[in-house]
């Protein structure tokens, strides 16, 4: 059974940093790439970046050079600092496993609320 527990989300102003953290259990992390996505209010969830098992990860445009990856392989963990946050990066922050045109598993969500 896989599973996928997020924590580290919270509320901050604008310019402010998080880190989420995501522990997987119930895949191969060798060949089950693990990542994040984000749902805001009346929108449709979307990628925000995913890792690969060598540690080379991949963001989307819209968090490029603000929000950091990294993957801790032998606890199967995943983390994502967030750093200068803006208000459009409110949204439920989901942690995905098995990435190819999107995560087939997603966890249960942590809320990021950004405040100008």
């Known amino acids: 059974q896989v599973q996928l527990v997020e924590s580290g989300g919270g509320s901050v102003q604008a310019g402010g940093s998080l880190k989420l953290s995501c522990v997987a259990s119930?895949?191969?992390?060798?060949?089950?790439?693990l990542g994040w996505g984000r749902q805001a209010p009346g929108k449709e969830r979307e990628f925000v970046s995913v890792?690969?098992?060598?540690?080379?990860?991949r963001y989307a445009a819209s968090v490029e050079g603000r929000f950091t990856m990294s993957f801790i392989y032998d606890k199967k963990t995943v983390y994502l600092q967030m750093n200068n946050l803006r208000p459009e990066d409110t949204a439920v922050y989901y942690c995905?496993?098995?990435?190819?045109?999107?995560?087939?598993?997603w966890g249960q969500g942590t809320q990021v609320t950004v405040s100008s």
């Open positions: 995905g496993a098995c990435y190819r045109d999107d995560f087939l598993y």
């Open positions: 119930g895949v191969d992390v060798r060949n089950c790439r």
């Open positions: 890792v690969s098992v060598d540690g080379t990860a």
